[in-house]
């Protein structure tokens, strides 16, 4: 995952702040959510990682490198990412779930909505630093 900027330049908000606005949307909409679906697919430690980030954004308005990270780590446990691999803390907690079971169509849904956040979050961050990059050559 690309590391966005958080300084703010020129009294503007950084581009990292302008591209929180999806992600801090969908937490604003569904925090509860996804901590439940992370803490179904990755046990209590994998959902304090969800309160950790959201406290971050809260805090910084922004992404960060470090939300970044916690971000891909909350998308890897959702899209069970790394559930083969052995050394990882949460590997086994899907396989309690019913297939059959609303709530795995709900961790897809989030899934979803977490990439689909995150890929705005990226195009935003890209408008916004050639904008910067457009009004300092002009």
């Known amino acids: 995952m690309k590391t966005l900027r958080t300084e703010p330049r020129d009294g503007q908000p950084s581009p990292s702040t302008f ?11 569904s925090h509860l959510a996804i901590w439940h679906a992370v803490r179904l697919l990755g046990g ?23 939300v970044q990270i916690m971000l891909a780590q909350i998308l890897d446990i959702l899209s069970l990412e790394d ?7 949460y590997m086994g907690y899907f396989a309690a779930i019913d ?15 977490l990439r689909d956040a995150l890929d705005e979050a990226h195009r935003r961050y890209n408008w916004a630093c050639q904008q910067k990059k ?3 050559v002009a």
């Open 83 to 89: 559930v083969h691999d052995p050394n990882q803390p």
């Open 134 to 136: 457009f009004s300092q």
């Open 99 to 113: 297939p059959s079971d609303p709530v795995v169509e709900e961790i897809c849904l989030l899934t979803d909505a």
């Open 44 to 66: 209590y430690e994998a959902a304090r990682l969800v309160d950790r980030c959201v406290g971050a954004l809260e805090r910084d308005n922004a992404l960060s490198h470090r």
């Open 19 to 29: 591209a929180a606005k999806p992600v801090l949307s969908l937490f604003a909409a």
